[in-house]
């Protein structure tokens, strides 16, 4: 079976701060893709980045970064200089098979 | 181009009736598929079809529930005799290419189905 922790629930920070969302991943796949979600409050999930179980190397893309470690099944996102528009929920999911199983999402809020 | 399109946006039925969800997946998408979502909760698998056929039907809560992609594009998904416990948002995706692991999903805005 598998599964994906976001043990945070809620996290609130002033615009401009870095903030990391954590989440931990259970499989016993050797073959997965891991994917962040952004669900802001009109409802629609936005896609916003993708990794492979094989490729542990970490990367950044404009204020958005991400760091894999197979051996700890972690999977965090980073958003550098917050900004209000960030305000959302945020679900970190799993892929096997097609299908996805996501993580209960982290409520993040970014004040002025 | 036109993202994935879902009607209605809001359903309000009583307990027993019986509900049809549509959804317009991206034009030449062959994957589709079904999630619902709890208040609070991340989104939870139905169902998805590859083509016209349920290639994995192992997310539907019981026989309640039925999905169908007769022509391999729109999908209905039916529940008959709703209960309370259905209320939910029901969200649809769809993909290049089902089958894979990388191809990544794109959502519709969903149903929120609410059962009085």
């Known amino acids: 079976a598998q599964k994906v922790t976001q043990a945070q629930t809620e996290i609130s920070v002033v615009e401009k701060e870095d903030v990391t969302l954590d989440c931990v991943y259970e499989?016993?796949?050797?073959?997965?893709?891991l994917f962040w979600y952004k669900q802001p409050p009109s409802g629609e999930l936005v896609f916003l980045i993708r990794r492979n179980s094989f490729d542990e190397q970490n990367e950044i893309s404009g204020r958005y970064s991400w760091n894999f470690q197979k051996s700890t099944s972690s999977f965090n996102f980073t958003i550098t200089a917050s900004q209000v528009v960030d305000s959302a929920v945020y679900f970190c999911a799993l892929s096997l098979k097609s299908k996805l199983t996501f993580g209960k999402g982290i409520t993040l809020s970014v004040r002025p | 181009g036109a993202g994935v399109s879902q009607t209605p946006s809001n359903k309000v039925t009583e307990k027993g009736k019986y509900v049809e969800l549509r959804c317009d997946p991206i034009?030449?998408?062959?994957?589709l598929y079904w999630y619902r979502q709890s208040l609070g909760q991340g989104p939870e698998f139905l169902i998805y079809f590859q083509g016209t056929g349920a290639a994995d039907d192992s997310g539907l809560p019981n026989d309640r529930f039925f999905a169908v992609r007769p022509e391999g594009s729109v999908s209905t998904l039916k529940i008959q005799r709703t209960e309370r416990g259905d209320s939910a948002v029901y969200l649809c995706?769809?993909?290049?290419?089902?089958?894979?692991?990388?191809?990544?999903?794109?959502f519709g805005p969903g149903t929120r189905l609410t059962v009085l």
């Open positions: 034009s030449g998408h062959t994957a």
């Open positions: 995706a769809s993909s290049f290419r089902g089958g894979g692991l990388y191809n990544e999903q794109f």
């Open positions: 499989t016993r796949d050797t073959t997965y893709y």
